[in-house]
Structures are given as structure tokens and as C-alpha cells.
């Protein structure tokens, strides 16, 4: 079995080795175990649960919330040759349809799909006709209330379990404290524990914090000083937009990216960045996932993240070629303030949540003792303008509903584009078209029914190989024919869903549990308090303060990190010191390392190094007991 490993890896990735970890994983997977894999951001995991696929019979069902991580992945399978599908919400019925068929009936080895996917009934009528070898569980921290990105539609995974009960589950997660773990195992009913865990550490990634009022000044330090291209990382939109900005009129290549932006924009300026024609790139958190870019030298977080998990994983992105490459951590005494009205948007007393509620349902039309299971696009930017709220207490107000099972808002959403005629089938025959727009209309025509009176979601690429056009030409020519209203077309758009799990009820009845009150904010200080301790930290090494964080125990130092080379500088300070001291003493009379210990004022290692280094470069020698200078004569 492990020469067919190998000969899988060299066949689909050419590699010839393992990386650490990953064969010991493999093999417990492959031996039906249920298995927790904790692995820092670049050190392989999809390989983990991808290879011992290939090897065996039957698919896996990889769980993952990210629509734009599950293309990526597709992708890259289908470009290696290995069949792979994925199951989104950008999807039409149909295509839903197809794929779950192919996952049965066809050679399918991959079937991506979200979480909220899970309890659908379409997808649970199929799952248990499928040949599932694994369960594969992308980003697994995520089940756990422990976590720093708990999400409760995540909770459905162990439902799955019941219809493949013999598959084996692989959770993986770059980022989970012990408690998580042991949660995570719990939450997924694995049949014993069972942990794989890499060290946390990264030897070519140097940690450091700067306490500055400058920020700016900083900033333009490091982006001089650091060839390379790299991400700024800042919270508010208004932030990223204004420092790009500055970027630009100092002359970098600058551009930014946040969640406000049209989906068409941000991939633009996501490609701009990872093919290098962009510098830099000032973002808030929702840029950076699933990016594989291997040359970032520098990541600056200009302000703080909420946890220190989620700063792991930001300042990962830097250095996964192996490179040196640098985390820095920018802090103002202003920060403090800041942060302490970001805990206060983050728990909106329970009346705001209550008037969010109401206020919600009315907006999406939903009257009382309606809406129960019922799906809706959702434009936060909108409800905000409309609603006169700010959207990060609007979304605080949201997570709160969601743990108290009345909602599911669905952020990382794909929308398929919809149209319908505007004019009837007799009126269509009279219009004047040329040949192309004949082609598209009679596609439709053969695909859809019901769109002469309803908007009908359409598959572009379907329309597009049934008329020979291509599909960008397809996009043109149904924007053509809605300027010359004959249609109305909804493009592809990446709204939010809002999924309400309950019938609508009265603002009085809404009951927020105080345990998810009050457990979330005392969480949520948690975490952050422990990144304060970790930024706050002069003396230790910041690697291990990492490593000791994740995996409870110490770890040798980096050597590299701000607080090490502040080390580094002291002992050879204190090593000239020592070492004229020593010198002068012994000139006196020989004596013994005991003895001149207790004459030198110092930390005794340091003065036994000093010690050591002297006689390694014969300036004294150690006859007996008694050190004595070697004389030059």
C-alpha cells in the first residue's frame, strides 16, 4: 500500500515524498479510523484525505464553507484528471440534480459541498445510494462553540453520519486549541479519539510587534525595507479604502479588498494581486482564504485581529515557500478604545436584537407564523441604509439569532442568473433578431419552460453549449436583448442567504438564552486577551507563545522573532561585559568558575557562556579547577 501511495503522488502531484505528518495520517484513514488532523495553513492537508480516495473504492464527500475554496479545489482535481464535483447554492436544481447523479451512477471520486447543503432533502435521498469511503470535514474547528469561527450549520455534519454510518470522518483545521480539539472529536461522534498534529511553528516566519503612534510611518518602513509583495490587514472597510490610498500617493503598487465590493471586482483585484501586477494589498479578513499564493514576504496586521487564531492564520499566508518572510503586529495606545467599542457592537443588548428581528422580517416580507425553512437573498448593505444601523451590530444581532436556532445567514453564497420574457411567445415571433439571438432564444426556449411568466434560473454554460455560442458571448448577447426589452435578466450575483428555521414570531417572544449570551462575549475576551498577551509579550520567544497556545507545550526558540533578536543583542552586549570582567579578574590571580560567579554581577549562564567562548578561542585555559589567562609569550 505505501508503494501505491507513492506511485498516486508522483502520478498526480510529482512529488516523491510525504511531507511531516501526512503518510502517518494517510494510513490511519486508510485503516477506517476516525481522525483529527491539525496542520498549519500550507502543510498539505487536502493531500490527506485526497490520496487515500484514489487508492480506494467509492468517493468523498468533502464539507467546506467556502463556494470559492470548493472551485479552486474542483478545479485543480478535474486539471490533474480526477473527476470532482462540487454542490453550492450558485447552483440551479438541475445541476444540483446532475452532479448528485454523477456521484451514484458516475465515476465521480470528489463531491464538495457546504454544510448548509447537508439537510436537504434532495441531497439526503442520494447520499445513502452513494459508495462514501470518507468524510472529509474542511476547516473543523468551526463545529466547535470553543472555536474562534463557530458555525451551527456545521452541526449537521454528525447527521450525515447516521446515512453512512460504516465511513470513516477525517476533520482538518489549521488552527485548534486542545479544548477544540477535544470538542471537535466529541461533536463528530468520533468512535475514539485520535489526533494527528504538526508543529505549529514556522522557522522562516519572523513574529514581531511594534508599539507605534505611527502607524503609517511604520508601515512604510516595512514595505521599504521588505522586498516583495504583501497583505495589510485592517477591520473597517472605510480603513482598507483610505490607506490603499495613501499607498498609492507614496508611490507603491497598492490596491483593497473587503466583503462591500461586487464579486466581479474582488476577483478582479484578487487576480491582480496573486499574478503580481498589485504589490499590496490592504484587506480586511474576508480576503485571504484559500488563496494559495506561496511568495507574500510580509503580512502587517495594521490592526489587531479578535483572537489569536485567526492572527495565525492571517499572518500564515506569508512565507509558504519556505522563504524568510515577516508577521509584524502594528499597536497604538489609541487601540485599547477601539477595541473596547468593538466588544460593544459585538453584543447588542437583547432589545436591539429583538428590533433586528422584527425588522429583518419585514424586510424580507415575512408575516407572523409565516417563513418557516424559507430561503432569501439578503443585501445587508441595504437593510443597513434603509434601517439606519451599522452592519457589524446588525450581524452581531444575526450570530445571536443563529445560535438560538430562529436563523441561518449564509454569507459565502453564489446566486444563479434568472431571466424571464417580458413579451409573450406570439409578440417574440414578430421581433426582428439577428442570427446569433435566434440561436440563444431557441436554446432557451428548448431548456426552460414556465419563463414567459416567471423568472427561471438559468445555467449560461447549458445555453452556451446547446448554441455553439461561448459563454461570455452568451452573457453579452442576453444583456443585449434585456437593453431591447425582450427579457429581464438577473446576472450571477454573490449575495448573503438568510435561511429562517422557524416561522416568523412576535419581537416579544424572541428569547435569547443568556448561555449563548454571555458564553460568546466571555469567549470572545478569552481569545482576545490571549492575543493581547501574546502582542503585550517582551521577553519570550513569539513562536513559542504560539506554540504553547495550540498545542500546550514548549518548544526551543525561533531565533528570529522580534523578542529573540532583542535577546540576541542583550547576551552579546552582556558577553563583551562579562568578558572584560573575567579578563581583569583573572589577571589578578587564577580562579575557579565558582568563584568568579560569585564576583560577577550577571545571570550565570550568560557568564558561564562567556566562560566557554574564551577558552574555545584560547584567550584562557582551565588547568585543574582554575581558570588562568593563556599567556601570549
Known sequence: MEQKLLDTLRHYWHYDSFRPMQREAIESVLSGRDTLVLMPTGGGKSTIYQLPTLVSEGLCIVVTPLIALMKDQVDSLRKRGIPAVAVHSGLTPRQIDIALDNCIYGDIKFLYVAPERLSSEM??????????SLLAVDEAHCISQWGYDFRPSYLRIKELRRYIPDTPILALTASATPRVAKDIMEQLEFAEPNIFQASFL???????????????????????????????????????EKLAQFLIEQGESASFYHGGLPSAERTMRQDEWVSGKTRIMVATNAFGMGIDKRDVRFVVHYTMSDSLESYYQEAGRAGRDGERSYAVILMSAT?????????????????????IYHDLCSYLGVAIGDGKEASFVFNIFDFCKRYKQSATSVLSAIKLLQLNGYMTLVEDCEHPARMMFTITRDELYQVQLNKREEDIIRAILRLYTGIFSEFRPIDEMEIASLSGESHEEVHNLLKRLWRANII?????????????????????DIYIAPETYSHRKSLMLERFNNLLHYANESEECRSRVIEQYFCDKKSEPCGICDNCLARKKRVKRNSTNFEQQILTLLATEPMTVKELIAKIKGNEQSIIDTIRQLIEKGTISAEGSKLRIVSRE
Open 335 to 355: 487601540d485599547n478604545d477601539r477595541i473596547t467599542n468593538i466588544f460593544e457592537k459585538e453584543f447588542p443588548n437583547i432589545e436591539f436584537i429583538r428590533s
Open 488 to 508: 429581464r435578466y438577473i446576472p450571477t450575483n454573490h449575495d448573503p442567504l438568510i435561511f429562517l428555521d422557524e416561522e416568523r414570531l412576535p419581537s416579544r
Open 123 to 132: 441531497f439526503r435521498l442520494r447520499v445513502d445510494r452513494m459508495n462514501v
Open 202 to 240: 514556522r522557522p522562516n516566519l519572523s513574529y514581531s510587534v511594534r508599539q507605534t503612534e505611527d502607524k503609517e510611518g511604520q508601515l512604510m518602513r516595512i514595505i521599504n525595507n521588505v522586498p516583495g509583495c504583501g497583505i495589510v490587514y485592517v477591520r473597517m472597510r472605510s480603513t482598507a
